[in-house]
């Protein structure tokens, strides 16, 4: 098993600091993509630093899940993306770990959530019989998302919340330096969606790691990010605190007034709740 990575507090802006985590920054650098002749994103500029959870919103068919998938490797781009440690220098193809919006599954299938953690981490084929030492293995990974009990079910049987938390898992073995989340919670119920978010925040505390989540639930945003970032008309139109970004013209325009009102008094009742404690 991978040990647990040390926590980082250092600054990247400063080079001089010592830090043990392999990938500190991740930075994207006039990012471009265009996809058949048509352009999708231009000159992207974004600094993640390791330890936050950037959250990344828009409408339909701004590009925020194809940035996920150049960020992946999976599709080309221009400009530069760069990982980055302490010092500010190159670092390896760091760990990235990937959930994505949702797996298409044969709901008859006998394949259990066992099986498919087997199968990623088996070199050779797999025959649906293992050690002792794969199921503890397969236990303590799904035990980081809550989902050890589901170890024997089988995936087609599972709900929306539980697969995700057993992706979620999956995407965490071996632990990576870089998390990335597209709409991992899409059609899951209200209790699970909220359920999916506190787990990632105490991944998050548990581990050094830099979280990118596409998501249109704008509460939950609200709640739980660190940044905020627009994506809008081909391009990267504002990014900041939950704050700075749900009250910028441009998001209240997109998302509507109503949204934003409530998001504000949200979170004046959070500020008036916390004076009281």
Known sequence: MNMIQPKCTHSCQDPGTS?????????????????????ILRNVNLHIHCGDLTAIIGPNGAGKSTLLKAILGEISHT?????????????????IGYV?????LDSSSPTSVLDLFAAAQAKMPVWFTYTKRVRERVRESLARTQAEHLINNRLGGLS?????RVLLALALDPIPHLLLLDEPVSGIDQRGLEL??????LLRENYDLSIILVSHDLNLVAEYADRVVFVNNKTIECVGTPQEVFSNEKVIQTFGLDWAKRYQ???????DNAHLV
């Open 265 to 271: 008094r949200d979170e004046k009742d959070r500020v």
């Open 160 to 164: 929306g919340g539980e697969l995700q």
């Open 196 to 201: 999916f978010y506190k787990t990632v925040s």
């Open 19 to 39: 830090c043990k985590c392999g990938l500190c920054c991740t930075k994207i650098t006039n990012f471009g993509i265009s996809r058949g002749g048509t352009e």
């Open 100 to 104: 994505p919006q949702k797996l298409e």
């Open 79 to 95: 400009g530069e993306l760069q990982f980055l440690d302490a010092k500010n220098e190159g670092t390896t193809r760091p760990i």
